[in-house]
């Protein structure tokens, strides 16, 4: 064991290599950094879609067993959903007309597509194909009651096929509903104390049906068991855009450092983080831009950036 002199002279070579670090701006990755490297263009490199279509702001993606790639996105130049197999190479499409502003896109168990539309305050369900299977909320109206939402932004799905969304641009609650899509109840108000949101942005639920809330304007993740009962949160992560647990329960991430800076910066400065499910303990980070990301059955990280692309973010180093 050091003396204490030794001691002094290892605490002052700390300091000092923490000042040299804060004076380059440099500063390590949370948990180490992820080893992926990165296709930037996916979906439009190479270009299979549809003569002169062109993605605009990509809100979401999502993908099902069979891997293929669903990309929710707000510009004129292609239909709101495209579908790519994993290559980047194009399937079909849908929803032209049907959408006031894509926010969410989650795949559920039974390969269903659902979305979130928080600019005419609607959940909707789909076939893989794109055939509407359930529509949620009233087209164009706002409210807090059962059978409307306020700008929603998110969906995840219980054990027992119970679902929830999050209802948080307008409002600030998770609404519970059955698998059949008939309310059961909501939780939570506005605020900042434990179970109040501000913003609550994204929702998953784990193998145990725990239910993770994004509280984006707060700069935390609440978790609550299934009947909305408090039970932690973690503040350690920052203001967080998205989360996503994958079937082996992995819990991902794409976290901004605080609320300001995903407004200041339109989701620029984002990163990944992996993180374990129980503890909260950041395992590993890496940069990208962002809105939502989604874990495929391969392992592949695929991200929705408001910049108008998709990411595709694969294990290994070039």
Known sequence: MPSASNRVILAGFAIAALALAAEQGWFPHEGGLLKYKVQIRFGEEPDTMPDGWKFGRVSAVATNAENEVFVFQRGPKADPIVVFDSKGKYLRSWGKGMFGNAHAIRVDRAGSVWITDNGDHQVMKFTPKGELLLTLGVKGKAGETPDTFNKPTDIAWAPNGDFYVSDGYGNSRVVRFTKEGKYIAAFGKPGAGPGEFNLPHSIAIDAKGQVYVADRGN????????????????????????????????????????????????????????????????????????????????????????????????????
């Open 219 to 318: 700069n935390r993740i609440q978790v609550f068991d299934a009947s909305g009962k408090f039970l932690k949160q973690w503040t350690h992560i920052g203001s967080c855009q998205n989360i996503f647990i994958t079937p082996s329960q992995e819990l991902w991430a794409m976290a901004y450092r605080d609320a300001v800076e995903i407004r200041t910066y339109d989701t620029l400065s984002g990163r990944i983080m992996k993180i374990d499910l129980n503890s909260g303990k950041i395992l590993g980070s890496m940069e990208s831009p962002g809105h939502w990301l989604d874990v495929s059955r391969t392992g592949d990280i695929y991200v929705g950036s408001l910049t108008g692309n998709v990411f595709k973010w694969s294990p290994g180093w070039m």
